[in-house]
């Protein structure tokens, strides 16, 4: 009987020094990465995999066991801390936050729409207001990457509806892909209206999601012309992930009672600060 269990056993010594092995590559893996952010700061998961020399797939799996000290966020590698309390977004928390002033901003912005646009409409729980905001009686192309606005858009009467594809984040109901950046690389639009989740005047225009960057940077690049629609709750406000200067914008769209002076944004620009109306 004895026998008979001695290469089971043996097979058993060696799946344990295997696992043991795998574990120490790991932990070492894991040091090695834990420096380059000390060095370089957040860092995107293929630049970190080609710097330690694994596929993207490996280091996913090593930021997937619970408890390590780093996280992924958006395609990038941060502290495991900065996914903590608040500091992550979470669309449906957010939705009722500032909910008055938000939709004031974007009744203000559809201002800037003229019959035949081709829009691109950015994500979050502000520009949903923008949306429904639209006058029904012009024809528009709206381009967006964010379920909540590709369902509000769809209802809307005369619209043609260009949604880009990708991975689904859950947190902001939004699809990111390389194959839709290179979809919006070929579009060419009209204007593009932009959120964000703060506004400052010296660290510029900053969003939560790091897997958001790209795509904003990209239809901002592609339109014409670029306004950033915001509630007065995020001006001189930093976000981690930077996306543009204040002047990449042709206008800061905001609602009546935002206070851009307490929070060091100059009035007059560039770019112009446009409050909604006073009862707007």
Not at 6 to 31: D, E, I, N, Y
Not at 170 to 184: I, V, Y
Not at 205 to 210: A, E, G, R, S
Request: proline share 6%; hydrophobic share 45%; charged share 20%.
């Amino acid at each position: 009987m004895a026998e008979a269990d001695a290469p089971g056993a043996v097979r058993g010594v060696a799946r344990g020094a295997a696992t043991g092995l795998a574990s120490m590559r790991r932990r070492t893996r894991l040091a090695r990465l834990e420096e380059l952010l000390r060095q370089h700061g957040t860092t995107r998961l293929d630049e970190a995999a080609q710097a330690l020399g694994v596929s993207s797939m490996t280091l996913r799996r090593d930021l997937a066991v619970p408890g390590q000290p780093l996280a992924l966020l958006g395609g990038h590698v941060v502290p495991a801390g900065s996914l903590g309390g608040r500091g992550q977004y979470v669309l449906e928390r957010e939705q009722d936050s500032h909910a008055d002033a938000k939709r004031q901003a974007c009744r203000h912005a559809t201002r800037q729409v003229e019959d035949g646009d081709t829009l691109f409409v950015d994500c979050g729980t502000t520009l949903p207001h923008f949306i429904a905001a639209l006058p029904d009686g012009i024809s528009l192309t709206i381009v967006c990457y964010a379920l909540n606005i590709a369902t509000l858009a769809s209802c809307r009467p005369n619209t043609q509806l260009v949604l880009l594809g990708g991975l689904f984040h859950p947190a902001s109901a939004t699809f990111a892909s390389e194959e839709a950046l290179h979809a919006l690389r070929r579009l060419r639009i009209n204007k593009a209206f932009i959120s964000a989740g703060g506004v400052h005047a010296t660290g510029g225009v900053t969003c939560t999601n790091f897997h958001e960057v790209p795509v904003k940077q990209v239809a901002m690049a592609a339109a014409a012309q670029c306004f950033l629609v915001v509630d007065g709750s995020k001006l001189g406000r930093l976000r981690p992930a930077y996306f543009a200067p204040l002047s990449a914008f042709a206008r800061i769209l905001t609602d009546a009672a935002a206070r851009p002076e307490a929070a060091g944004i100059p009035v007059a620009g560039p770019p112009l600060l446009d409050a909604a109306p006073a009862g707007s």
